[in-house]
């Protein structure tokens, strides 16, 4: 009896009818290389009894050869990511004003290119995504060390992110940055023995500053995705999130 339409016939679970079965899909073949080399540094110095200083540097060699068969997407990159800070106590062991700027970057694996119908193009390399961060903030210990509390603002930027092709979902692109910034409040009080009390608020607002991170299917096109079946997509949309922690 043959299957019912829009199905497919039932095949033995054996490597040899999987194959047989997958013979005709075609596949895509990549052969990637990548290296990697850093070094890392740190030391705290005691400027004064009440001003401490960290600074800190890390360096990086990343060398991809992406795909062996392509002869662009070779990448290569000498990175330092250095990282300062600074603590000032205006009462000793009591009240801290801190401030840190930090830089950071992670490597970015490459991706597989297919066209708008799902064949393959290419193996697309790209640049590491890179972070710069500053933070200040106050750190206090009062009431005969029964009150703890620590107030920090921040700001990072990271930037040339990877996102979809808003031309051909089967692609990606770099070029993108988003920023967040918000602040960060905890307290934790012990005001009699065995009674400990903890409190935190934090508030925190991201958005994308280059690039396309928030609409989708932006030019609104009609469009189908699928091998055995034909599934439509959603036409032009738009990303928002809310998050509450608690």
Same mark, same amino acid.
């Given at each position: 009896?043959?299957?019912?339409?829009g199905?497919?016939?039932?095949?033995?679970?054996? =490597?040899?009818?999987?194959?047989?079965?997958?013979?005709?899909?075609?596949? =895509?073949?990549?052969?990637?290389?990548?290296?990697?080399?850093?070094?890392?540094?740190?030391?705290?110095?005691?400027?004064?009894?009440?001003l401490? =200083?960290?600074?800190?540097?890390? =360096?990086?060699?990343?060398?991809s @050869?992406?795909? @062996?068969?392509?002869?662009?997407?070779?990448?290569?990159?000498?990175?330092?990511?250095? @990282?300062?800070?600074?603590?000032?106590?205006? %009462?000793?062991? @009591?009240?801290?004003?801190?401030?840190?700027?930090m830089?950071?970057?992670?490597?970015?694996?490459?991706?597989?290119?297919?066209?708008?119908?799902?064949?393959?193009?290419?193996?697309?390399?790209?640049?590491?995504?890179?972070?710069?961060?500053?933070?200040?903030?106050?750190?206090?210990?009062?009431?005969?060390?029964?009150?703890?509390?620590?107030?920090?603002?921040?700001?990072?930027?990271?930037?040339?992110?990877?996102?979809?092709?808003?031309?051909?979902?089967?692609?990606?692109?770099?070029?993108?940055? %988003?920023?967040?910034?918000?602040?960060?409040?905890?307290?934790?009080?012990?005001?009699?023995?065995?009674?400990?009390?903890?409190?935190?608020?934090?508030?925190?607002?991201?958005?994308?500053?280059?690039?396309?991170?928030? %609409?989708?299917?932006?030019?609104d096109?009609?469009?189908?995705?699928?091998?055995?079946?034909?599934?439509?997509?959603?036409?032009?949309?738009?990303?928002?999130?809310?998050?509450?922690?608690?």
């Amino acid at each position: 009896m043959s299957p019912a339409p829009g199905t497919t016939e039932t095949v033995p679970l054996t =490597a040899t009818a999987i194959d047989e079965l997958l013979a005709g899909t075609g596949n =895509a073949e990549s052969e990637i290389a990548n290296s990697s080399y850093r070094a890392y540094f740190s030391n705290v110095l005691n400027i004064t009894p009440q001003l401490m =200083a960290l600074v800190s540097l890390r =360096a990086d060699y990343f060398d991809s @050869k992406g795909e @062996k068969s392509a002869d662009d997407d070779d990448f290569d990159q000498f990175a330092v990511s250095p @990282k300062f800070g600074l603590v000032y106590q205006p %009462v000793p062991d @009591k009240v801290s004003l801190f401030a840190n700027y930090m830089n950071a970057f992670i490597n970015v694996a490459p991706q597989q290119v297919f066209d708008e119908g799902g064949e393959y193009l290419r193996t697309q390399s790209f640049k590491p995504e890179h972070a710069n961060q500053l933070e200040f903030g106050v750190k206090a210990e009062v009431l005969s060390n029964r009150l703890f509390a620590t107030l920090s603002l921040y700001n990072i930027k990271v930037s040339d992110r990877v996102y979809p092709d808003p031309v051909n979902i089967n692609n990606s692109v770099q070029g993108g940055a %988003v920023r967040s910034q918000g602040f960060e409040v905890d307290i934790q009080a012990h005001p009699v023995e065995g009674l400990n009390v903890l409190a935190g608020y934090s508030y925190n607002q991201i958005e994308t500053v280059e690039g396309n991170f928030n %609409v989708n299917n932006l030019t609104d096109e009609v469009y189908y995705t699928g091998y055995w079946s034909v599934n439509p997509q959603r036409p032009r949309n738009f990303v928002g999130g809310v998050a509450y922690k608690f």
